[in-house]
């Protein structure tokens, strides 16, 4: 009997893995990956975004779409547990996925609980944080503040209202 082969998140650990999905496709394998969104972004260029370098389409790879190009089944989705015992992976959704191999690379969390205040740069001095909010708006660097980001395109970031932020790197 083949395996049932789940890759938790297709971050930088599965990118070798991604690249022969195939491999493991024809062997009879059924590979599904598990992410919150159609795309991985590759971290190492974010501050080149940022600094207006690379848009956000140059960073990202379109993980759904080269997983199902493969022959591979994506799932959009949030790992809530795993259960090893019984080989299912919980989604936030409340959908189970089975497993025969389960490869974890869900990438880092921040806490928004622990994070108090909306200062830039707390610890430095205001005079610091003042020129340094001077100099972002001189480059046209919108500070956005106590915002949930759900998705960066080129141009446009947005936040969970929905509505879209234009210009956020010049």
Do not use: W
Request: glycine share 12%; proline share 4%.
């Amino acid at each position: 009997m083949k395996k049932k082969l789940v890759l938790a998140g297709g971050g930088h650990a599965h990118m070798v893995t991604l690249a022969n999905l195939r491999r493991f496709v024809d062997q009879g394998h059924a590979v599904t990956v598990i992410q919150p969104s159609e795309h991985h972004y590759y971290s190492g260029m974010g501050p080149g975004m940022l600094g207006g370098t690379y848009m956000p389409d140059d960073i990202r790879f379109a993980t759904r779409r080269q997983v199902e190009k493969k022959g591979g089944s994506f799932v959009l989705g949030k790992v809530a547990k795993i259960d090893a015992s019984m080989q299912n992976v919980h989604l936030e959704s409340g959908e189970a996925v089975s497993y025969d191999v389960l490869s974890c690379n869900l990438g880092s969390f921040v806490p928004r609980d622990m994070i108090t205040g909306s200062t830039l740069m707390p610890g430095h001095p205001s005079g610091v944080r003042k020129r340094a909010l001077h100099a972002l708006d001189r480059q046209g660097i919108e500070i956005v503040k106590n915002c949930h980001v759900r998705e960066i395109r080129t141009g446009c970031m947005t936040g969970e209202s929905g509505k879209c932020r234009k210009r956020i790197v010049s």
